[in-house]
């Protein structure tokens, strides 16, 4: 029996890669789904875009790709560049939905979009989206100062949203994959587990890092110029004053990420990395955060009976 995410997405389990810039490319995104779930296919690159298209010689399952609306907004030819690699899945985030949800279906794809509040959700079904990301303040990246955190925001939208939702920030194994569940969702979508993987081309520096924090491994930063973000306490980020300096962190993202130098720029990371002990295959991580998931919940039935 499957749910709507698995039917949604043809994927054997519902569980799905995060379009991290730079790192989510062809090699990780062929091994997540070659091991049942959905490998993402980021677009803001050159490379990215290139590998959509590359994927298909290292897999024949559903691979989605990230639009990221506000780099895409005044550019539609993206869509075209979609099409032309055969996408049936795109994963849309940072923007208004409304801008490319009516193109993307025209052509003949489903549309997932990312939401981190009730309101976002909201705006996104009434955009005609056909399931819903909904992440939590305690994943890693760019962040709402403001926002909820996962055990909030998620019963938050699924009382009030009746499309299929993907949860996110905080997703690592078969434990909180089954708290999701309970919460509303019908799969997670995982970005720090998927960095400390096996497949992951990041720099083992950035691997190691993220085995090593602990549960206060991570700091959301509000520094002048630049997004708010959760990150790594460590390297670059452990240096900046309280009170911010009007810097640019990312600027040298790509050292950080491929070269290993953790002075370079910030590790979008979530909080999720005090959970993660250790590097693993990447299709281990996806069926047993699905598999192990009912047994999680039978846990669970025990102690409440």
């Avoid at 794809?109 to 990312?114: E, F, G, I, N, P």
Wanted: with cysteine; charged share 20%; hydrophobic share 45%.
């Amino acid at each position: 029996m499957t749910n709507r995410i698995q039917e949604l997405l043809g994927v054997r389990y519902p569980v799905v890669q995060a379009p991290m810039t730079y790192i989510a490319r062809a090699e990780l995104a062929a091994a997540v789904s070659e091991g049942g779930g959905l490998g993402m296919i980021e677009t803001l690159t050159p490379e990215g875009r290139e590998d959509l298209v590359r994927v298909r010689g290292l897999t024949d399952r559903p691979v989605a790709a990230n639009l990221m609306i506000q780099g895409w907004k005044r550019d539609p030819s993206i869509v075209d560049v979609l099409v032309g690699a055969g996408v049936r899945h795109v994963f849309t985030s940072a923007g208004d939905p409304a801008l490319f949800t009516s193109r993307l279906h025209d052509a003949g794809m489903t549309v997932v979009h990312v939401v981190g509040s009730l309101k976002a959700a909201l705006k996104a079904t009434d955009a005609g989206v056909d399931a819903l990301v909904v992440e939590g303040v305690e994943g890693g990246g760019f962040k709402s100062a403001l926002g909820a955190s996962t055990m909030v925001l998620l019963p938050l939208v699924a009382e009030r949203v009746d499309l299929p939702i993907i949860c996110a920030g905080g997703m690592c194994d078969a434990r909180s994959c089954a708290a999701a569940v309970v919460l509303g969702a019908e799969g997670v979508q995982m970005g720090t587990r998927m960095l400390a993987s096996l497949e992951a081309s990041v720099h083992s520096n950035f691997k190691d890092a993220i085995v090593a924090a602990d549960d206060d491994g991570t700091v959301m930063l509000s520094v002048p110029g630049n997004p708010t973000m959760r990150v790594l306490r460590t390297g670059l980020a452990a240096t900046l004053r309280a009170d911010g300096e009007n810097a640019q962190l990312l600027g040298r993202i790509t050292d950080l990420y491929f070269q290993g130098d953790l002075y370079a720029s910030v590790a979008n990371t979530g909080q999720v990395s005090a959970r993660i002990t250790g590097l693993e295959p990447v299709a281990e991580i996806v069926r047993r955060t699905w598999t192990d998931a009912e047994s999680a919940l039978e846990a669970a039935r025990a102690r409440i009976s």
